[in-house]
T-cell receptor
């Protein structure tokens, strides 16, 4: 148990729907990262927070993706108008050490 | 585009042997190097990190870094069947605002045969 929890663990949605994922990291870690991982690939960086500030967002990330970290605690990742290509495992990490269990998204 | 290259494997070794996993990276400015283990269906688990040239040992694991050659490796001594997993190499990406944003390789699948 890394102390990082993610919810939900699995999400199945239809194309065009919006989805939101939540990450609750270890409280003392200021840096929080979102990664996306598809089968046979390593995790791909999506975005990064230092406390409540979103400091970087991948250029590969379309405008359909948005993330927040109010009060520097938990974080949410929202995907609007989902596409089948969004199907992946979405991983949250506190610093470089602690990955959450991930949310597996399937877009039908 | 920062790149981290790993052989996808599978790498198969007998139980008790030394498993050697290799990784090369393209960004000469990278300063931090990480090895993660990922079991099928699970999230990555940090095994080791290394910042300086040379070797770093932790139990059965040894990380080796050669910045001149842009090469980092992981040795697993006395390999056990429980070591069977995908091993991900990650390198910090100095671009942008974070020193801790990581670029991952695709991983090497290791199988340890009893």
């Amino acid at each position: 148990d890394t102390g990082v929890s993610q919810d939900p663990r699995h999400k199945i949605t239809k194309r065009g729907q919006n989805v939101t994922f939540r990450c609750d990291p270890i409280s003392e870690h200021n840096r929080l990262y979102w990664y996306r991982q598809t089968l046979g690939q390593g995790p791909e960086f999506l975005t990064y927070f230092q406390n409540e500030a979103q400091l970087e967002k991948s250029r590969l990330l379309s405008d359909r993706f948005s993330a927040e970290r109010p009060k520097g605690s938990f974080s949410t990742l929202e995907i609007q108008r989902t596409e089948q290509g969004d199907s992946a495992m979405y991983l949250c990490a506190a610093d470089t050490q602690y990955f959450g269990p991930g949310t597996r998204l399937t877009v039908l | 585009q920062k790149e981290v290259e790993q052989n996808s494997g599978p790498l198969s070794v007998p139980e008790g042997a030394i498993a050697s996993l290799n990784c090369t990276y393209s960004d000469r400015g990278s300063q931090s190097f990480f090895w993660y283990r990922q079991y099928s269906g699970k999230s990555p688990e940090l095994i080791m990190f290394i910042y300086s040239n040379g070797d770093k040992e932790d139990g059965r694991f040894t990380a080796q870094l050669n910045k001149a050659s842009q090469y980092v490796s992981l040795l697993i001594r006395d390999s056990q069947p429980s070591d069977s997993a995908t091993y991900l190499c990650a390198v910090n990406d100095m671009s942008g605002g974070s020193n801790y944003k990581l670029t991952f390789g695709k991983g090497t699948l290791l199988t340890v045969n009893p």
